[in-house]
């Protein structure tokens, strides 16, 4: 069985989404409703709560482990926050996981692959030095490395791109290909990052054949409870006086189409003549906006129930938003609406990371070819 160590593992999302043909050796969060919630589903046995920074490989576990999986934080990082980047407290945490991974290394236990996952901002944050920063790390402990975006809306209803960056350690071989050209999952941003890596970190890198390809089976309306009692005409006529003329008429000819219809809506400020203005804008393709937390630089998700003339809203759902993340109805969320809410805005979407799994980790642990 694959065995790996999972840090800042809020609520356990890549532990589900690697699946039960992994073992995990190892977990670690410092945020007491995310770790009640890991050990409500999985049990204490492998969760230390404790700040990365007080962790050293004596805590970690004799076994050198298949993998090492860390979503770190993204608040530094994220366009919608204040992108001090790696000089920001909480992103800066990369490098606490990354010296556990050189203390491994010293001692003969650096994990086989690495894997770490955050906003696409971290690709021009800081002018693109945090980029070079992370990813010379990784090259200089041995690893050649890679990236791509991976789209949550190609497994789940909910448009949430990530970064995810790969290291391969020796003996691990996945499916290299040729550099790609500029789309969904190498946009710009990220071949122009690659472009400006130094030599040492250049000369480790490689670029991943595999591609998403479509598979959702599920729109908004698939997971959201549509239950008239919660919506509220009340908010649902706020929502449309704080639209854009532009937006309003998209959902009068939804109202005009006399079906029924489910969509999502955050609150923006936006400029409009040289003033600020509050605009709720709205979207009804079948996806949600990309869940997130006050923390994260933005409001709660609203949805908006169109239905003949009548238009109603509420507030998503913790249940609702975990559905959005590919949990399932049995996961036990915490109790509180604000930190069920928080876990699933910070967590990685669970069938992505099954995706990832099936087609690059675990082919790429399997394999005995020589990457090189």
């Not at 050198?64 to 992103?91: E, I, K, N, V, Y």
């Amino acid at each position: 069985m694959l065995t790996f160590l999972e840090f800042f593992a809020g609520g356990g999302m890549a532990r589900i989404g690697l699946g039960p043909g992994w073992r995990c050796l190892f977990a670690n969060d410092c945020n007491k409703g995310k770790c009640a919630a890991y050990r409500d589903n999985f049990g204490a046995d492998d969760l230390v709560e404790a700040d990365i920074a007080a962790l050293t490989a004596r805590d970690l576990p004799a076994a050198r482990a298949d993998l090492a999986w860390a979503s770190f934080p993204c608040q530094d990082l994220s366009l919608a926050g204040a992108r001090a980047g790696f000089s920001g407290a909480r992103s800066s945490l990369f490098f606490e996981f990354w010296r556990l991974i050189e203390e491994l290394a010293a001692r003969g236990r650096a994990p086989r692959m690495v894997v770490v996952e955050n906003v696409a901002g971290l690709l021009t944050s800081n002018g693109g030095a945090d980029f070079i920063a992370l990813t010379g790390r990784m090259a200089a402990s041995g690893y050649r490395i890679t990236a791509m975006i991976v789209n949550a809306r190609h497994f789940t209803p909910q448009s949430r791109p990530r970064l995810f960056i790969f290291g391969f350690g020796e003996g691990a071989a996945p499916a290299f290909g040729g550099r790609p050209e500029a789309g969904e999952h190498a946009p710009q941003a990220l071949l122009n990052a690659v472009d400006d890596l130094p030599a040492d970190c250049a000369s480790a890198w490689r670029w991943l054949a595999a591609r998403p390809d479509a598979r959702r089976n599920a729109a908004l309306a698939d997971l959201v409870d549509q239950g008239t009692e919660d919506w509220r005409v009340d908010l649902g006529a706020v929502a449309l006086a704080m639209m854009s003329e532009r937006q309003r008429r998209v959902v009068e000819d939804l109202r005009e189409s006399g079906a029924r219809h489910v969509g999502a809506a955050f609150r923006r400020i936006r400029w409009e003549n040289g003033e600020r203005r509050q605009r709720v804008e709205a979207r009804f393709d079948g996806l949600a906006g990309c869940l997130r937390t006050p923390a994260g630089g933005s409001s709660r998700q609203m949805l908006l129930l169109v239905e003949g003339d009548t238009v109603r809203a509420r507030l998503i759902a913790p249940r609702e938003a975990a559905r959005l993340m590919g949990l399932p109805d049995d996961y036990r969320l915490p109790t509180g609406t604000t930190d069920a809410l928080k876990l699933c805005g910070d967590g990685v979407a669970v069938p992505v990371v099954r995706w990832i799994a099936e087609t690059i980790i675990e082919p790429a642990l399997a394999s005995k070819a020589d990457a090189a």
